[in-house]
């Protein structure tokens, strides 16, 4: 026996027609009040004597005039409604999806019907207005695809825990997310959620971070960020918080302290570091090796410099008196488009540099002038 059938004497005075897709696909999801509002004007279609105004469908449902304006909104954005008048509101009553061929213009209309059908219901029952323009434009000006625009939102209200009951403060936090990722090269779903699994990574370091200091709040944007660095350097949340371990004497454990100590430990685990300590002495710099020094210097080996010829370099700028990593770059650069990558052939370049330079001395000297000659006299006295 079937589960639900219709009496025999029950008889049908009216019907008003709903497709079983609707009752399949948007009944199950749509608030309460969105689907009594659309049934009502349903009935109004084939009754337009019942009603004529969001008044008259307000008081027939027992509802303000309001929440009528929104339930048509809401339908506007699953694709159902279209409104036709602002002054006054009129509406037509689309078919379903699949229905029928829409026209040109039905297309370019709701071009993002399923977009806002899907943004909505990851806010439930919070009805979205003009905000749904924000994660909009990040498909049309950012180039994300929708589907990657609508991970970044489900990962801001499941993740972040933004809220859902404000849903435009929410979407323009996600904003500011959207870009920066946009930025990064992110446009598909993987890179959304590659980018998701670093972010959640960074947020987890850093809010293990404020456990151990004691703190009950959110990271701000300034700490995700050391958070980012530190796990771009290799350091897993379990190798942070060994970190904190060396600030068990300071008054006032931060970030900022815990920067500087897992940037020392960084700096002691590479394998160019007293290589580049090295260079930076001969080089007569002051500073010593950081992050971004590392990883230039890393740069000229994978360049294909030798080791030695990078701090034969140093040492030819040292006695120029020239002192900045800058100058080191330019020079190898130089040398790069001389081919001298090896320490050898380096050095026999740099003696011959030096064995020009006495003879143009010499000659300036025959001329009465006292001056040392610079790098384009020596190449011009060489090309004679």
Not at 356 to 371: H, N, P, Y
Request: charged share 25%; hydrophobic share 40%; proline share 4%.
């Amino acid at each position: 026996m079937a589960f639900l059938s219709f009496d025999h004497g029950a008889v049908v005075y009216g019907a008003t027609p709903v497709e079983n897709m609707f009752l399949l696909e948007y009944l199950p999801t749509a608030p309460d009040d969105c689907l009594r509002v659309y049934l009502y004007a349903r009935l109004l279609c084939g009754h337009p004597e019942m009603g004529g105004s969001v008044s008259d469908v307000a008081s027939a449902l027992r509802l303000p005039d309001e929440a009528v304006e929104d339930a048509f909104r809401y339908w506007e954005r699953e694709g159902l409604v279209r409104r036709l008048s602002d002054r006054p509101p009129t509406y037509a009553l689309l078919p379903m999806r699949g229905a029928g061929a829409a026209s040109e213009m039905d297309q370019h209309y709701y071009q993002f019907r399923d977009f806002n059908a899907s943004l909505q219901r990851l806010f439930g029952d919070v009805i979205l207005h003009g905000e749904v323009s924000i994660p909009q434009e990040w498909v049309t000006v950012f180039g994300y695809t929708p589907e990657a625009a609508l991970k970044i939102v489900e990962y801001g209200l499941t993740g972040l825990r933004y809220s859902r009951k404000t849903p435009r403060a929410t979407l323009r936090k996600l904003d500011n997310t959207a870009r920066e990722w946009s930025e990064r090269g992110a446009r598909t779903l993987a890179d959304v959620e590659r980018l998701i699994a670093e972010k959640s990574g960074d947020l987890a370091a850093a809010e293990a971070v404020l456990k151990r200091f004691g703190l009950r709040r959110r990271p701000t944007e300034d700490e995700l960020a050391l958070a980012r660095k530190w796990r771009g350097w290799g350091f897993e949340t379990e190798a942070i918080l060994e970190g904190c371990a060396a600030m068990t004497n300071a008054q006032n454990p931060s970030f900022a302290y815990l920067d500087r100590v897992l940037e020392g430990r960084y700096l002691q685990t590479d394998a160019n570091f007293a290589a580049l300590r090295e260079v930076l002495r001969e080089l007569g710099a002051s500073a010593q090796p950081t992050p971004e020094t590392l990883r230039r210097y890393a740069a000229f080996l994978e360049a294909g410099f030798e080791a030695g010829t990078v701090t034969a370099a140093a040492v030819a700028l040292n006695a120029q008196n020239r002192h900045r990593f800058e100058d080191l770059e330019r020079l190898l650069a130089q040398w790069a488009e001389k081919g001298l990558f090896r320490v050898d052939a380096a050095e026999a370049y740099l003696q011959r540099q030096r064995a020009l330079q006495a003879e143009m001395i010499v000659l300036l000297r025959l001329a009465g002038s006292d001056r040392t000659p610079g790098h384009s006299d020596i190449a011009l006295f060489e090309g004679w």
